[in-house]
């Protein structure tokens, strides 16, 4: 597939998803290039529609493009409850069990998604998996002593690479830290793995979504069809 037909698919689960948000909700939205689709779509709606909603954003990417749609952004904590998040992922499982992070905003995705009464995934069909872990397993991790949880990483195996830009500087989240990738090819044990990242000291936040997800919609060249 190339990135124009991966761009087809995305755009399609996105414009199918931004039929989940209506007026008055408040909607989660999540951050990447299939969301960048939802959020035009929801944009022209906006627009062409009188479509009123309030939004929550995992990045400040997504809170920019959606502002410039003249969509009402809100601070997580100004409002009480989220009704359905909707985001993208990097590779998704049978079990619902996910990769998040590519775009490295997976810790505001992860609270974000952790206070949503729903959500919803949009992805392209490539990346749907029997398992998960061939996509390299995003870690936030604190800057200070990050070389020391890189060296803990690769004393457990687990292939660790400090993302860094096309400039050869560190990559920072909306929250300043780092992100580290892990080389893992495949993870048969994703909760034990989940459970030893995050008890390890400098680690903020992994990029496993566990069981975190109620329904998956999948952009497939004979239309977008929904996981549940
Ligand atoms: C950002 C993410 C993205 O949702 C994930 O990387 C998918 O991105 P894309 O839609 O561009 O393939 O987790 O942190």
């Known amino acids: 597939m190339d990135k124009a037909q991966q ?31 939802l959020v035009d779509e929801l944009g022209r709606r906006v627009t062409d529609e009188g479509l009123s909603f309030t939004g929550v954003t995992t990045s400040r990417r997504t809170q920019e493009q959606a502002e410039s749609y003249g969509i009402r952004i809100v601070d997580i904590d100004d409002v009480d409850h989220i009704d359905v998040t909707i985001d993208g992922a990097d590779e998704v499982d049978g079990n619902f069990n996910g990769i998040k992070g590519g775009g490295a905003a997976l810790l505001w995705e992860k609270i974000v998604a952790t206070n949503s ?59 300043n830290n780092y992100v580290v990738d892990l080389h893992l090819g495949r993870i048969d044990k994703p909760e034990e793995l989940a459970q030893d990242l995050i008890t390890t000291v400098g680690v903020v936040e992994h990029g496993l979504f566990l069981n975190m997800v109620d329904k998956v919609i999948v952009g497939d060249p004979q239309g977008p069809r929904t996981l549940v």
């Open 7 to 37: 761009d087809a698919l995305k755009k399609a689960a996105g414009i199918e998803a931004a039929s989940l948000v209506t007026n008055g909700m408040v909607a989660g939205l999540g951050t990447g290039s299939t969301v960048r689709f």
């Open 117 to 175: 009464d729903r959500v919803v995934w949009i992805v392209d069909e490539s990346k749907v998996v029997d398992t998960i872990g061939r996509f390299p397993l995003p870690v936030e991790v604190i800057p200070f002593g990050a070389g020391h949880v890189i060296k803990r990483f690769e004393d457990r195996g687990y292939h660790p690479v400090l993302r860094k830009d096309a400039a050869g500087k560190e990559v920072r989240t909306d929250e």
